[in-house]
């Protein structure tokens, strides 16, 4: 299968030539291909994620063991292991107990071949879903262990889905590219200029009004105040992949000159994370959270106002047509 998309020099955005254990553009750089995976991460800059260290290494270190029947059988071991960092604490309990994929529902219009770029993608899930409903999909990530995993999982599941290990600030994409970005559950971890330079990404590699729908954490969410009070108390996060919270006017004047007019929509209420699709895989004190949560974000729909007291928010950005 052809990519639905042609990759550009990170650096340079550069024309990149894919040769057989690497692709190169014609400034020079270099980025190594891994089990054919192209890993375009530049070395020199200070990562959003240690994983971003660990995928270089790893791509350096050559070929592994065959890429797609590795955990054909049974739920995938990487997912086992990730399931409560990927899809959130109220997960924990299925670590290594997972017997089905927890596929979210995808809080977008069914597609008819629009191309839909997810960042931060980890194993997949939600491209899984945004290929079950009608995306040309492709999936980034900074680590490479992710990317191997989410191309196994699509495979397994019959599912069509491109992955490549990138990092959100230097997409290797062409401007223009993509109909839809989406990401969840990864900017709220960026330091803020990293989400900031990131944002300007986005509107470059979105097509003139296309939307990026971004997951980001409310600073006026009830338990987001509960937290910053127990946790962060008034010190800074420092440490990599900590939550950084936004606030509503901040996100919205942010996109909106980066990408373009942004509406804040609700995500969830207490908690950051849980899919309503997943309910039954959870224990029964933790539907009660989901339900209540979903029941509020309906509301909302009636009471905008509800919104401001969220504590997981959507930020979607409709790119400005010709000349913005
Ligand atoms: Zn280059």
Sequence with gaps: MDDPVSLVCPRDRGELRRGSAALSCAGGHRYPLADGIPVLLLANEVP????????????QAGPGSDPLTTGAQGIDPVVQAVVAATCGGLYRHLVGRLETYPIPELPLPPGNGELFLEIGCNWGRWCVAAARSGYRVVGIDASLEAIAAARRVAHQLGVEATYFVADARHLPFPDGSFDIVFSYSVFQHFAKTDALTSFDE??????PGGLAKLQMANVYGARSIWNQLREHRIREPRRLFDIRYWSPGELRDELSRRVGPTALEVDGFFTLNPQSADLELLPRRYRLVVRTSEALRRVSGRLPPLR???????AVSRRARAGG
């Design 308 to 314: 401001y007291a969220a504590d997981s928010v959507y």
């Design 202 to 207: 986005i509107g470059r590699v979105l097509r």
């Design 48 to 59: 959003t994620h240690a994983a971003c260290w660990v995928s270089l290494e790893e791509a």
